[in-house]
């Protein structure tokens, strides 16, 4: 029986990239010159530090052009609240990985409402849609990619 896998994932390697390139055009600026702003990423968070708000403002000018050109989609990551002390200004930006259980819901119940000939399981993360016909899997796949989610997916996994 034909299935497929609906999942949001990452690609935690362009992400990388995208934050080294970031760093490498915030020291070369010349209003960004000795004042230590940086991006750093760990545990799938993009921490901004600059001495001030509005330099992290500016910094987010740079980070998002070189996120979008490497294939990871805006929706994605969630900016955090600039905090700022004296010394310097910090914002995080979490990277959403994976389904949420609202998220799954809500497209099993679009599924539904199509009233196609396909079945709709939620699987932790990830859901596994199968049907009897290769064409109406695709048809859930069309389906999906026109309709406005508020996170991007993958279509992956496709057997017949």
């Given at each position: 029986?034909?299935?497929?896998?609906?999942?949001?994932?990452?690609?935690?390697?362009?992400?990388?990239?995208?934050?080294?390139?970031?760093?490498?055009?915030?020291?070369?600026?010349?209003?960004?010159?000795?004042?230590?702003?940086?991006?750093?990423?760990?545990?799938?968070?993009?921490?901004?530090?600059?001495?001030?708000?509005?330099?992290?403002?500016?910094m987010?000018?740079?980070?998002?052009?070189k996120?979008?050109?490497?294939?990871?989609?805006?929706?994605?990551?969630?900016?955090g609240?600039?905090?700022?002390?004296?010394?310097?200004?910090?914002?995080?930006?979490?990277?959403?990985?994976?389904?949420?259980?609202?998220?799954?819901?809500?497209?099993?119940?679009?599924?539904?409402?199509?009233?196609?000939?396909?079945?709709?399981?939620?699987?932790?993360?990830?859901?596994?849609?199968?049907?009897?016909?290769?064409?109406?899997?695709?048809?859930?796949?069309?389906?999906?990619?026109?309709?406005?989610?508020?996170?991007?997916?993958?279509?992956?996994?496709?057997?017949?």
């Amino acid at each position: 029986m034909p299935s497929f896998d609906i999942v949001s994932k990452v690609s935690l390697h362009e992400i990388t990239n995208a934050v080294d390139q970031a760093n490498r055009e915030v020291t070369t600026r010349f209003d960004f010159k000795d004042s230590g702003a940086k991006f750093e990423y760990a545990d799938d968070k993009i921490t901004l530090i600059a001495p001030s708000k509005f330099q992290i403002e500016q910094m987010l000018t740079v980070l998002h052009p070189k996120l979008s050109k490497r294939g990871i989609d805006n929706k994605s990551l969630e900016n955090g609240e600039i905090q700022e002390t004296l010394k310097e200004a910090r914002q995080i930006i979490t990277i959403k990985q994976g389904l949420e259980q609202d998220v799954s819901k809500k497209i099993n119940k679009m599924i539904k409402d199509e009233k196609m000939k396909v079945q709709a399981a939620i699987m932790g993360d990830h859901i596994r849609v199968t049907g009897k016909k290769r064409d109406d899997l695709q048809e859930v796949i069309a389906m999906l990619k026109k309709a406005d989610l508020e996170i991007p997916v993958q279509f992956e996994n496709f057997r017949d």
